[in-house]
Structure formats: structure tokens, C-alpha cells
């Protein structure tokens, strides 16, 4: 028999292997990977937006502003790479390719210079830098996006290898002065590599993103404050469909978008290209602030209305999409620079805010894919 210790201390370990039990119950969930969701792990594909100001001059020359994308790469588990780059336009029509290749842990680019959104430019002929060119904000940019790809002879092997950085870059004169603004963002890594239309991971069918969640800042009203939605979306329902079959009326965001204190008003932003940069102060509802600071979120659902071959309405909410906020400011006052790093507080370290005496600017990446999956549909 036991004795009355042994039978307390036999009573205390069940106890205790009971509250273990019942904590990992109530407060474990179950690890699972949710598909089409940034893992911001090692893959296969690389794909981001690519910007930089400028326009074409009256000698049929690109004239560039300050504005420039800069991007880089890397092989992370030892094996030599071959890869094919893809810039495509707003349109997501392919413009111009090439290839490189990393050894073992290299960074590239190696094989050509191209590493930023002017090189690239300058690179391509007078009918595709036409293609790249848009206004936004009153502004000329060349906009488009690359894909960054494993070769045939490494996606068979299925290695997810690749990691890459983007930064959007300004330098530009005030005062005799140089300023600079910087802001540093992810691509999307597609693990299974991505269908070019779809962006679903591996080329299975896309994904339904019901449910985009962004944010806004509005500082004032200086000419370089503003707030970028960069959207990259999958391919529409009628994409692949003849127009007498197929019309697609409309592609939008449409927005349910609050202030701070939870005031929404409804508002649709158009998102006609498989690349677009939403100026976010041109779309905030009259109504919702009576002057500046415009701060605030917002609730998203990317739609299509279209008609089908027997003109039914067709309400398409099959879309993959990949989202960046770009915020810029421009204070009222100077601040002097350098700035004491010992006073960057933990947002700035965070998001590599870079401080000067005029702007300040970041892409927040948790803007990207925030979104509620439905599940079984």
C-alpha cells in the first residue's frame, strides 16, 4: 500500500500533468501554413513593383527625377542558381528578360549592372519605357514590376533559395542642401514559384483574399507628403476570355475607410492594371476630416463586375493581390542632421526610417497581406 506521502505526492505529479494538459488545450492552436500567404521564408520567386520618377524628353531620351527603385538578391543554401528576370508593365505585359546566375550564398545582381528602376529603363527601347509611364499625384513615373525566377533546370529540383530587398531611394537638392529619403520593403517570396496571371503559389488556382486591412497618414498638405497603396494584383476574371465573351465592367477596391476614432465612410478606388499606385489622399471621403492630420485605416474587398458569354452579372472575388503602403511626409519644421541615433525610437529602427532635415518616409510591410481567407470556397 501506499503510503499517505507517496499518495500525496502521486496526487500533486497528476495534478500537474492535468494543468499542462489543460493549458496546452486551451491556449495551443494547431501549426498549419495558410496558403498564399507571405512566409517571408526562402523560395523560388521573387515579385515586386518597380518605380522611379521621370519622363521621356523631347529627344525621345528618358529625363529622370530623383525618385529611384533599387533592388538585390541572394542564393541562401549553397547551390548554384540560374535565374530569369521579368520586367513587365502596368498591364502585367512582359516588356523585357534576362538572365543571371548565383553561386553558392552569392548576391546578386552579377551578370549586368541593372540593379535599380533608371538602369532598367535606359536599358529598354522607346515603345516599352511609353508602356512604363503614369502620373501620380500630379508627378511623371516609369512604373512596372519584376518577377525574379529559377530557371527550368533549378524549379525542377524544387529548391526555395531566394530572398531579395527593395528600397525606394530620393536625393535631391533644398536650399544648397542634399536630402535624402528612404524606405526599404520585401518582395513577395513565392515558395512554389508563382502562375503569372493568378500569382497563386505553384499554379494552383488562386486563392480568395476577401479582405485587405491598410493604413493612411496624411501629415499636411506640404507638396511631398503623401501616402502611396501599391497594389499588385492577380489577373481578373476576363483576362483570358474574348470580349464577346467576357466584359469586365469594373475593377475596385472598395473601401470602408475610418479615422482614428472609428468614423467610416464607404468609398470605391479603381484598380483597372495588374500594378497600381493609389494616391490614398485623392480617395479619403469628404466628410471624414475637417482638416490635417488625415490619419486613419481602412477595409478593402478587391472586386470585379463583369459579364459573362450569356451577359449574367458576374461578381468575382477570386483574386490574389500583394499590397505595400508608402508613406512620405514632409515636416513643417527642420529637425538637424544628422539625427542623434540615440533618439530613433523603436518604429523608426523597426521600419529603417532614415531622418534628414526636411522628409521622412517608409513602406510599412505589414500592409502587405493582411487579409481574411475564406476557406472551402
Known sequence: MLTSARKEKDMNARRMVFAVGLCML???????????????????????????????GADNQPVFGTLNTFWSYAETKG???YLELV??????????????HLTPRDVGPNEDPIRDCQSWVKSINLFAQQKLLTTIGGKDYFVGYLTLSMTLINSLDKVQNLIGWVTLYDAKKSNDNLSYTTASFKPYQAEGGADPATFAEGGTRPIYA???????????????????????????????????????????????????????LDTDIPVPDRLN?????????????SGYPKKGFASCKLMEQAFDDDLKPVLNEDF?????????????????YP????????????????????????????????????IGQ
Open 26 to 56: 486551451l491556449f495551443w492552436g494547431t501549426a498549419y501554413g495558410t496558403m498564399g500567404v507571405d512566409d517571408n521564408v526562402p523560395a523560388q520567386e521573387l515579385i515586386f513593383p518597380v518605380i522611379c520618377e521621370g519622363t521621356i
Open 79 to 81: 547551390q548554384d542558381t
Open 277 to 289: 499606385i493609389i494616391n490614398v489622399g485623392n480617395y479619403i471621403p469628404a466628410g471624414l476630416f
Open 87 to 100: 520586367l513587365r508593365d502596368r498591364k502585367g505585359d512582359v516588356l523585357w528578360d534576362y538572365d543571371d
Open 210 to 264: 476577401h479582405e485587405y486591412y491598410l493604413r493612411y497618414y496624411l501629415q499636411n498638405d506640404n507638396e511631398e507628403t503623401y501616402n502611396w497603396w501599391i497594389v499588385l494584383r492577380s489577373a481578373g476574371y476576363c483576362h483570358d476570355k474574348p470580349s464577346y465573351q467576357c466584359h469586365s465592367m469594373s475593377t475596385n477596391l472598395v473601401c470602408i475607410m475610418c479615422d482614428e476614432n472609428e468614423h467610416c
Open 320 to 336: 490574389t493581390a500583394f499590397m505595400w503602403s508608402y508613406q512620405r511626409q514632409q515636416r513643417l519644421g527642420k529637425i538637424a
Open 339 to 374: 539625427v542623434d541615433p540615440k533618439k530613433l525610437d523603436k518604429f523608426d529602427i523597426k521600419y529603417g526610417i532614415i531622418l534628414d532635415n526636411e522628409l521622412s518616409s517608409v513602406i510599412d510591410p505589414a500592409d502587405r497581406l493582411r487579409r481574411y481567407i475564406l
